[in-house]
């Protein structure tokens, strides 16, 4: 079948039917190509060989910028999501009795660093997930006057169940909120307007759906908001010459690269920009849809075999995610012998096995899955 991503940027499709993209991707060739010349031009030439990469990073940012619909000016290339949360968290200007709202099913990435304003006074207070999700009329009813800032996954890590970013900003504004999301389980599968969806902040890792290397992430925010924040981790980059050295009375550099700090991650950065262009050509809308049709070709399969599918699926909640269980087998030792027998890659964990199919996946590889799953129901209960 044809898919939106080629099949020949992948050579991890010669070894793998490769489900884990929200765990860690995989790099097009494209993208290894340019990584390969990249090490290879400081190997050869030290900073004769880097220094051409350094005048690239207003091309690597505005990259990022175009692929969020931003301008490069308010992208800053930063290690992972963490750097990104705290950043706002611990930039904002909080007061006595300021909360702040986070879910309770956040990946630990878009929690510690909210976690740690207690440190500072600031009430965090837990949405709980179990009792609703966080929908627009349930974000309504659990704002206060007192809440400054919530953040959010726009694709939650376990189960997937996509947010309503526009609806959720909407919300928050109208209560003088601030709205921030974590973006990293759905950037890549999924495209992303942030001035379309009204959010206020973002920040994502390149090493999952974006298909970059670990160790490399990105943070966009509205610049009113950029503004208003304390530049809480400054480094020599943040000066707005850094190359003037002993000017430290300068101010910083009024564009999301303040908060980069030291020198960036290179060829992270350019990992992010070649990946990007891959994702592109390829047309994100096209991919969105290629992996919504895998991920529901993939929950059909298990409902005809009896398993228990935990992701919530609907118009505007279906993502890049499938978790499952299967009745009378544990979940760890089906996906591990899924992977080490038949070369299946996934995630599993006691709550449930978790799939992430990407665009250049097949339907004949959901169906690899689904019938191996099939040949070990068939032995009998595991668990």
Same mark, same amino acid.
């Given at each position: 079948?044809?898919?939106?991503?080629?099949?020949?940027? @992948?050579?991890?499709?010669?070894?793998?039917?490769?489900?884990?993209?929200?765990?860690?991707? /995989? =790099?097009?060739?494209?993208?290894?190509?340019?990584?390969?010349? !990249?090490?290879?031009?400081?190997?050869?030439?030290?900073?004769?060989?880097?220094?051409?990469?350094?005048?690239?990073?207003?091309? @690597?940012?505005?990259? /990022?910028?175009? @692929?969020?619909?931003?301008? &490069?000016?308010?992208?800053?290339? *930063?290690?992972?999501?963490?750097?990104?949360?705290?950043?706002?968290?611990?930039? =904002?200007?909080?007061?006595?009795?300021?909360?702040?709202?986070?879910?309770?099913?956040?990946?630990?990435?878009?929690?510690? $660093?909210?976690?740690?304003?207690?440190?500072?006074?600031?009430?965090?207070?837990? !949405?709980?997930?179990?009792?609703?999700?966080?929908? $627009?009329?349930?974000?309504?009813?659990?704002?206060?006057?007192?809440?400054?800032?919530?953040?959010?996954?726009?694709?939650? @890590?376990?189960?997937?169940?996509?947010?309503?970013?526009?609806?959720?900003?909407?919300?928050?504004?109208?209560?003088?909120?601030?709205? +921030?999301?974590?973006?990293?389980? &759905?950037? &890549?599968?999924?495209? =992303?307007?942030?001035?379309?969806?009204?959010?206020?902040? /973002?920040?994502?890792?390149?090493?999952?759906?974006?298909? +970059?290397?670990?160790?490399?992430? !990105? *943070?966009?925010?509205?610049?009113?908001?950029?503004?208003?924040?304390?530049?809480?981790?400054?480094?020599?980059?943040?000066?707005?010459?850094?190359?003037?050295?002993?000017?430290?009375?300068?101010?910083? /550099?009024?564009?999301?690269?303040?908060?980069?700090?030291?020198? $960036? %991650?290179?060829?992270?950065?350019?990992?992010?920009?070649?990946?990007?262009?891959?994702?592109?050509?390829?047309? $994100?809308?096209?991919?969105?849809?290629?992996?919504?049709?895998?991920?529901?070709?993939?929950?059909?399969?298990?409902?005809?075999? &009896?398993?228990?599918?935990?992701?919530?699926?609907? %118009?505007?909640?279906?993502?890049?995610?499938?978790? !499952?269980?299967?009745?009378?087998?544990?979940?760890?030792? =089906?996906?591990?012998?899924?992977?080490?027998?038949?070369?299946?890659?996934?995630?599993?964990?006691?709550?449930?096995?978790?799939?992430?199919?990407?665009?250049?996946?097949? +339907?004949?590889?959901?169906?690899?899955?689904?019938?191996?799953?099939?040949?070990?129901?068939?032995?009998?209960?595991?668990?």
């Amino acid at each position: 079948m044809a898919t939106p991503l080629p099949r020949p940027e @992948f050579a991890v499709v010669d070894r793998y039917a490769y489900f884990n993209h929200a765990a860690v991707g /995989v =790099l097009p060739q494209t993208t290894k190509r340019a990584l390969d010349a !990249f090490v290879a031009a400081q190997a050869e030439g030290g900073v004769m060989g880097v220094f051409p990469y350094e005048n690239r990073m207003p091309e @690597f940012r505005a990259s /990022v910028g175009r @692929f969020i619909g931003a301008g &490069g000016d308010d992208v800053a290339i *930063l290690r992972n999501t963490g750097d990104g949360a705290n950043a706002v968290a611990a930039g =904002l200007d909080w007061r006595d009795g300021d909360e702040m709202l986070l879910c309770d099913d956040e990946f630990p990435s878009n929690a510690v $660093p909210w976690l740690a304003l207690r440190d500072r006074g600031v009430g965090v207070r837990l !949405f709980e997930t179990a009792t609703t999700r966080m929908t $627009p009329d349930a974000l309504r009813a659990a704002l206060t006057p007192r809440t400054r800032l919530v953040a959010v996954s726009w694709v939650a @890590f376990h189960d997937g169940y996509m947010h309503d970013l526009a609806g959720l900003a909407e919300v928050a504004h109208a209560n003088d909120t601030l709205l +921030a999301a974590d973006v990293m389980q &759905g950037l &890549g599968g999924f495209p =992303l307007d942030v001035g379309a969806c009204g959010v206020d902040a /973002v920040y994502a890792g390149g090493a999952k759906w974006m298909l +970059a290397l670990q160790g490399v992430a !990105f *943070l966009w925010m509205r610049p009113e908001l950029r503004g208003r924040l304390r530049l809480a981790a400054p480094g020599w980059r943040s000066a707005a010459d850094m190359w003037d050295f002993l000017n430290y009375d300068q101010g910083y /550099v009024d564009a999301g690269s303040r908060f980069e700090g030291g020198t $960036p %991650n290179f060829i992270g950065a350019l990992s992010l920009h070649e990946s990007i262009g891959v994702m592109e050509r390829a047309g $994100p809308a096209a991919i969105a849809a290629h992996i919504l049709a895998l991920t529901d070709q993939l929950c059909e399969g298990l409902e005809r075999t &009896g398993a228990t599918v935990a992701s919530p699926r609907g %118009n505007g909640t279906s993502s890049g995610i499938v978790t !499952f269980t299967v009745p009378g087998h544990d979940p760890v030792a =089906l996906g591990r012998g899924i992977q080490h027998e038949e070369g299946i890659v996934t995630t599993w964990r006691p709550n449930g096995i978790r799939v992430a199919p990407h665009g250049y996946n097949t +339907a004949d590889e959901i169906d690899r899955l689904l019938d191996a799953l099939a040949r070990r129901i068939a032995k009998g209960p595991t668990a």
